[in-house]
């Protein structure tokens, strides 16, 4: 399945099967979290919370859904007898909590992937409109350039002033992206060797990008080696070449390439993807004539997804780095 982005600013929320019991439920705040997966690929998934040697599991605490430990047993070793088809996985959050401004699944299936942002404030939503203009404004001038360059493989090499001037605006909105991710993470960063720490925690390697209007060409992975330990700008050659063409035009224009640009102006899509999710990116029929699509998402651990809150808010839970 290929997914696309446009931009329609409604929610696609989908149906979910995740049972879930408020935490605490017996006095105690040392609760670890499981998501159980059962064996039946289309079954539910449910959410369970362990205290000690005990174990609950759905919405409403019960004997039926509460499991103690049994002789010579670890809490986990009896729900692994008694569930033999599942498999279970402890999460990193509890119900209810997500890392502010970083999308993820509710639940296993990689078709939920890139997932969902829980935070749907008016603040965050405009957040999130501003940035999506932003990016229209930048593929709007990509199109203008595309009419005159004719954007194949032979032509990647192609540089000038028009393609310069979009390459340094792209590039300078993905870092205004990784600046104030890492902000509402409660991290200051100013250089690449801090913005690199979203690449793991957002997959952003993971992701890659078809660009419909122009079928021939390969889709982009703007973020393919930028991994903790690698070199954290020179691992990203667009945007090693914005810095050449930014500071030291004069020695460093034939950088300033069609190519880099594509890649630029996709690594800001990429961004918009990893922070919103599917309510920012479209799928399907709602895809329309995207400029760009999702051409591969990221695999998330069971560990990693989002476990939507019953009965309360969603809390913010800053990133640990």
């Known amino acids: 399945m290929r997914l696309a982005w446009n931009f329609t600013l409604t929610p696609f929320l989908p149906v979910i099967s995740l049972l879930f019991l408020p935490l605490g439920t017996n006095g105690s705040d040392m609760v670890d979290n499981y998501i159980e997966v059962t064996g039946d690929p289309f079954g539910p998934e449910f959410y369970w919370t362990v205290e000690a040697a005990v174990a609950h599991r759905n919405l409403v605490p019960s004997e039926f859904d509460t499991h103690r430990s049994d002789p010579g047993r670890t809490i986990l070793e009896t729900m692994q007898s008694r569930f033999p088809t599942s498999r279970f996985y402890k999460v990193d959050l509890a119900a209810g909590e997500y890392h502010p401004r970083i999308a993820r699944p509710y639940v296993t299936s990689h078709d939920d992937s890139p997932g969902h942002n829980p935070d749907q404030s008016e603040r965050a939503r405009r957040t999130r409109i501003i940035a999506t203009g932003q990016l229209d404004a930048l593929i709007q001038e990509l199109k203008r350039i595309c009419m005159v360059v004719h954007p194949d493989r032979a032509n990647c090499e192609v540089y000038g002033h028009e393609i310069r001037n979009l390459m340094v605006i792209a590039c300078t909105e993905v870092e205004a ?44 992975a703007p973020f393919k080696n930028w991994i903790v330990g690698a070199l954290p700008s020179q691992s990203l050659p ?64 069971p560990a990693e997804i989002y476990i939507p809150p019953r009965g309360r808010e969603w809390a913010p839970r800053p990133l640990a780095f």
């Open 177 to 220: 992206q990784w600046k104030n991710i890492m902000h509402e993470n409660g991290q200051g960063a100013e250089r690449t060797s801090d913005y690199i720490k979203l690449s793991r925690p957002m997959r952003l390697t993971e992701y890659r990008v078809a660009l419909p209007w122009y079928p021939w060409l390969e889709p982009i």
């Open 238 to 301: 667009w945007y090693t070449a914005y810095n050449h063409v930014k500071h030291d035009r004069e020695s460093n224009f034939a950088q300033a390439t069609l190519g880099n640009a594509l890649s630029a102006v996709a690594g800001c899509f990429v961004m918009l993807c990893a922070q919103y999710g599917w309510d920012f990116a479209r799928r399907g029929e709602a895809a329309g004539d995207a400029f760009f699509l999702l051409a591969d998402r990221p695999t998330w651990l």
